[in-house]
């Protein structure tokens, strides 16, 4: 049995629909194994609350940096919500410890998967407590979880795009710039993950994976930059 009044007071959020909360963990692999659980799986609660986390954070960059470009902005915001950063949000809160997972799902710790299921519940929590209490209870939570962290990503330059980085290096020391294959694609629609190269002529540098293509490319290029020790 979950204990769901511990999480709350790890999330310092009190729930008045405590179904709203479990919903946030349920992994649709779970129900595939208990159809009569009597909740539905994240996925709708992880929609919505991708677009709370997206707002607020985007509000909280264009209030704060006034004279800030939209592009660096972005970038920001990217490193804000990226699945690897709402994991690592997720791994200190424990979320972890109150999802609901099928039995092969659950084994599978310490993956790329996990990190995506991870990063996809905090989405999840995200919707829950807007549709519970409203956005300024979402607010709160986002500020004091996510928010928080902008400081320490900005005064260590984890910001900088490897993309554009690893684009800029190549063409100052070969001339040459790179371009991505997508190599392979599978899971389910619902969690596709992707798997791309990242060439410098015919030469495959890296390879990434990712719940986008975007994402993918992302982490082939840091890949990249560690490889050619740029």
């Known amino acids: 049995m979950k204990d ?27 129900l595939n194994e208990h159809p009569d659980f009597g909740l539905p799986h994240n996925e709708r609660l992880e929609f919505l609350g991708d677009a709370v986390l997206e707002i607020i954070v985007t509000e909280e960059l264009f209030r704060r940096f006034p004279e800030t470009p939209e592009g660096d902005l972005t970038n920001w915001r990217a490193s804000l919500v990226n699945s690897k950063m709402l994991a690592d949000v997720a791994g200190e809160i424990g ?7 099928s039995k092969g799902e659950a084994k599978d ?7 995506y299921i ?6 999840a929590l995200i919707g829950a407590i807007y549709l519970d209490l409203g956005l ?8 004091t979880k996510v928010l928080v962290r902008l400081d320490h990503i900005l005064s260590n330059h984890l910001y900088q795009d490897p993309k554009s980085k690893f684009q800029e290096k190549a063409q100052e020391k070969i001339g ?19 798997e791309v190269g990242l060439y410098v002529g015919e030469e495959l540098v890296a390879r990434g994976k990712g719940s986008s293509k975007q994402e993918a490319q992302v982490e082939a290029a840091a890949k990249g930059l560690n490889k050619k020790n740029w």
């Open 109 to 115: 710790k310490n993956t790329k998967a996990r990190q």
């Open 176 to 194: 040459v710039t790179p371009h991505y294959k997508v190599l392979n694609e599978y899971g389910p629609d619902h969690a596709k993950i992707f």
């Open 4 to 30: 769901f009044a511990a999480l709350e007071k790890k999330i310092a959020v009190k729930f008045k629909n405590k179904d709203l909360l479990k919903q946030a963990v349920v992994h649709r692999s779970y």
């Open 118 to 123: 991870l990063a996809n519940a905090m989405e």
């Open 136 to 143: 300024e209870a979402a607010k709160a939570f986002i500020e």
């Open 95 to 101: 979320i972890e410890d109150f999802l609901y997972l």
